[in-house]
């Protein structure tokens, strides 16, 4: 998904979400924490039943803890946006610094070695991993509270403050932005069902054509960001 498409689908906000998600599924800290579950989906269930519920219930666990998350920052935001009109108009002050901080970040021009949730990533995910098909879903949940730099920006910066400036149906988006990070493994754990081979040639292809989608896509948000913030700085000064 390149970033024109990303940016047409904005007209449809359900979608928009969604492909935010599987944007974010190929960032660095995100295809670690799925390719972890990949390698758990795989060696842990024998019938493609249970294959598949796994891969399903991982998806799931990380669409509830965004969720989760957007819910509580959707009911404090609204005030805030509310009270302060300024923010209301959030596209042109702060979307296009926003998408040039992703752009460096995807392009690795900046590596901040920062992350949250790492912490129970490393001490709970080990202990779920014994659990069977329904540790599937914590773990996701638990994975999902991982946030490096790029996770962040994508949720906080891209996501939120979209669902703050639509009316109730806006709760719905941190959801589908789960749906979308978790997406490959619950693809991955679908072909492992069906066969094997497929499903080890699915991971290889993810893990070689990553870091190649990814600087396509962030010299695209770069681009576009400087392309925002430079057009409104130059509205501002009165010469566009």
């Known amino acids: 998904m390149d970033l024109s498409a990303l940016t047409a689908v904005r007209e449809f906000p359900l979608l928009y979400a969604f492909a935010i998600g599987l944007v974010t599924a190929i960032g660095p800290c995100p295809l670690s924490a799925n390719v972890t579950a990949i390698a758990y989906v795989s060696s842990k269930f024998l019938s493609s039943r249970d294959t598949v519920l796994a891969g399903t219930l991982y998806t799931l666990g990380r669409a509830a803890t965004y969720g989760i998350i957007g819910l509580l920052i959707y009911a404090f935001g609204s005030a805030v946006m509310d009270s302060a009109p300024v923010l209301q108009d959030y596209e042109k002050i702060i ?5 040039v901080l ?7 021009l900046i590596k901040p070695n920062i992350s949250v949730g790492d912490g129970l990533k ?9 659990r069977g098909v329904a540790g599937s879903f914590f773990l996701g949940a638990i994975f999902a509270l991982a946030f490096c730099p790029y996770t962040a920006v994508m949720f906080f910066g891209l996501l939120v403050p979209l669902a703050l400036e639509s009316s109730y149906v806006g709760v719905s988006y941190p959801l589908l932005f789960g749906i979308g990070t978790g997406l490959p493994v619950l693809i991955f754990a679908i072909l492992l069902g069906v066969s094997a081979t ?7 292809r993810i893990v070689k054509v990553e870091p190649y989608v990814r600087k396509v896509l962030g010299a695209g948000f770069l681009l576009y960001g400087l392309y925002l913030t430079i057009t409104y700085l130059l509205s501002i000064a009165g010469l566009v």
């Open 95 to 99: 979307i296009g610094p926003i998408l």
């Open 102 to 108: 992703v752009g460096v970040v995807m392009l690795e």
């Open 122 to 130: 490393a001490k709970y995910g080990l202990e779920l991993s014994k």
């Open 198 to 204: 497929f499903a080890r040639a699915y991971v290889a």
